[in-house]
């Protein structure tokens, strides 16, 4: 059989859980932007991890189902195009199922739940109360099947927040060791090297946002839905001022010398023009006539900007008609991503020494 014509392009594989019916702020520097821009030069596929939904949302399934369609709306507002890019819905790729159990025998447990990204989570979202008893086996689990979500698609490149770095780590070690395993890449051989040397995975690497952590508008936490701290992507325009406004900073006078660091500047810095945002930076600093309200009310101006196109595009998609062209959107790209997702697993397969014939593709639904 015949490996998938290989793109041009290199590949990139990313995506979001809808645990959240909304994107906001921090998803988009994070890394929507950098999705939008590698759109053209890289063979891109989305993937809406909404198997992994269910790792803290198990008893609400149709919370899940929405938010799925939901996440499909946000990406086409944003300008995620599935003309160019490949979204690919988790739960219909039968591969990922499968490479997560395979994997999972090389990956130590004890490095599972010792995965800071993990660690974090369990905190955040309270899930350590009674030692562990709060969250399924599928919970740590999630972490195996990132890698698997990954690997399926054999990408270069993974767009993601700073906080999924340990994942990505963990994602680059198992390849490693499948390559090193099961295909004869010397221990020696360097992770770019990999493909070339005969592994079946190429060694992906994570590509952080242009802002790492956004912070939110309390200014002590990261930007979170829970949190209830975040501009929402389709928040309307009367509610990102509203929002921008009620920051506090501490700040009496348009006089007083500020801190560049507090949240209000790290918008300004995140958001603003690098000109604009230098100039405002300094008189704010030196207290040089500069009240929060102006600054308010400029960088709610420029959300807008930002904000507006796509709120007129996800408006367009709210109802049936846009919930029809999301279906279409995932069965075509459902059909795309297993095409390539069951070769990896065939390769993988063989290099287990478990290829004992061939089968049909997952049929798309
Ligand atoms: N865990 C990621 C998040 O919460 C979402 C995700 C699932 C993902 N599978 C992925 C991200 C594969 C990158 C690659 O944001």
Redesign the pocket.
């Known amino acids: 059989m015949s490996l998938v014509p290989p793109s041009a392009k290199p590949r990139i594989?990313?995506?979001?859980?809808p645990t959240h019916p909304g994107l906001h702020l921090g998803h988009y520097v994070g890394s929507l932007e950098n999705r939008l821009r590698l759109q053209d030069e890289y063979d891109c596929y989305f993937?809406i991890?909404n198997v992994?939904a269910f790792t803290t949302l198990a008893e609400k399934p149709a919370e899940i189902r929405a938010n799925t369609i939901g996440i499909v709306k946000d990406w086409l507002a944003v300008g995620l195009d599935p003309e160019r890019s490949t979204f690919v819905l988790q739960s219909e790729i039968p591969a990922i199922a499968e490479l997560t159990f395979l994997l999972a025998m090389l990956i130590p447990f004890n490095k599972v739940m010792r995965n800071p990204t993990l660690k974090t989570e369990i905190e955040t979202k309270g899930l350590n109360r009674g030692g562990g008893e709060t969250y399924p086996f599928g919970f740590p689990m999630y972490a195996v099947g990132?890698c698997a979500?990954?690997l399926a698609f054999r990408p270069e490149l993974?767009p993601?927040?700073e906080d999924?770095e340990a994942?990505i780590e963990m994602c680059r070690d198992v390849a490693l060791k499948f390559n090193q395993l099961y295909c004869g890449v010397g221990n020696r051989v360097p992770a770019e090297e990999h493909a070339r040397a005969g592994g079946v995975f190429p060694i992906p690497r994570a590509k952080v946002g242009r802002v790492a952590r956004l912070v939110g508008l309390d200014g002590v936490n990261k930007m979170s839905k829970s949190l209830g701290n975040a501009i929402f992507l389709y928040d309307s325009a009367k509610e990102v001022q509203k929002k921008i406004n009620r920051i506090t900073t501490g700040r009496q006078s348009p006089t007083e010398p500020g801190d560049a660091a507090n949240v209000l500047m790290q918008y300004v810095e995140a958001f603003m023009p690098g000109e604009r945002a230098a100039d405002l930076k300094r008189r704010y600093t030196e207290g040089d006539n500069i009240g929060d309200g102006h600054i308010k009310a400029e960088l709610g101006e420029v959300l807008n900007a930002l904000l507006e196109p796509m709120r007129v595009r996800r408006a367009k998609l709210d109802g049936a008609e846009g919930d029809a062209m999301v279906m279409d959107v995932i069965r075509s790209g459902v059909k795309k991503a297993n095409v390539v997702a069951e070769e990896t697993l065939r390769l993988a397969k063989e290099g287990m020494g478990l290829g004992f014939g061939e089968r049909k593709a997952g049929s798309p639904i």
């Open positions: 594989l990313t995506g979001d859980t993937l991890a992994h990132q979500d990954i993974v993601v927040g999924q994942h």
